[in-house]
């Protein structure tokens, strides 16, 4: 897991604001992916993206989630006017430029309370 | 992603090994069989994964069956930081699935002293 930088690791958030959560991927890597985990349940997939380009957004919630990964800077995912069914815990995951497989290495996660 | 079944949870004593196993049977001849794991209130961390033939790494050893309907992971020694669930994933082959993982419910291994 050495490598992705994910902040905040917690953040408490009042129902109706925005929550911001970044990932950095490690050196190199060009592919960043978002997963959810909500309580007692699986890692579900959100989105996939490569520098300044949204890949799959298939897992994104339709409304209120948005995903960025600008050329400069961290990826950002976003979740406008929080509820409390989005208190989970989000990993972002990064991958290589060159990457053919689905070997992918994960942060270790950014915990939403929704209160 | 084909679908895979595992055991909910096995035990092992610490320093024995750990067999986990996984059925595939719908896998298709260019999927691979990737596992990783998930520590309590941590990331998932990447272990292994395989196509067709027996692969080994410093982390764990992935036996494949011959007709690739099912697979087994090995954990030579494990220890009590090895306590964790354990997903065997199959994912789709090629396209932007690249990274789209689809993980189940696992396999909950609890390491005991």
């Known amino acids: 897991n050495a490598g992705v930088m994910q902040n905040p690791r917690h953040l408490v958030r009042r129902r109706g604001q925005e929550a911001r959560l970044r990932c950095s991927p490690m050196?190199?890597?060009?592919?960043v992916y978002w997963y959810r985990q909500l309580p007692e349940e699986g890692l579900k997939f959100m989105v996939y993206?490569?520098?300044?380009?949204?890949?799959?957004e298939s897992g994104m919630p339709k409304e209120r989630f948005s995903a960025e990964f600008p050329k400069e800077g961290p990826s950002i995912l976003r979740i406008q006017q929080v509820v409390r069914g989005d208190s989970a815990a989000y990993f972002c995951a990064s991958s290589p430029l060159d990457n053919s497989g689905n070997t992918i290495y994960f942060g270790e996660g950014s915990w939403l309370t929704v209160v | 992603d084909a679908k895979t079944t595992q055991p909910p949870s096995m035990d092992c004593a610490e320093g024995r090994a750990a067999n986990l196993p996984c059925n595939h049977s719908t896998i298709s001849g260019n999927e691979y069989v990737y596992w990783y794991r998930q520590i309590h209130s941590q990331g998932p961390q990447y272990i292994i994964h395989?196509?067709?033939n027996n692969e080994t790494n410093e982390m764990a050893s992935l036996i494949i069956t011959e007709d690739r309907k099912s697979s087994t992971l090995i954990l030579p020694h494990a220890t009590l930081r090895d306590t964790a669930v354990y997903y065997c994933?199959?994912?789709?082959?090629?396209?932007?699935?690249?990274?789209?993982?689809?993980f189940g419910q696992g396999t909950i291994l609890t390491v005991h002293p």
């Open positions: 395989g196509l067709k």
């Open positions: 050196k190199g890597h060009s592919h």
């Open positions: 994933i199959v994912p789709n082959a090629g396209g932007t699935s690249y990274g789209k993982l689809t």
């Open positions: 993206l490569q520098k300044e380009n949204i890949i799959d």
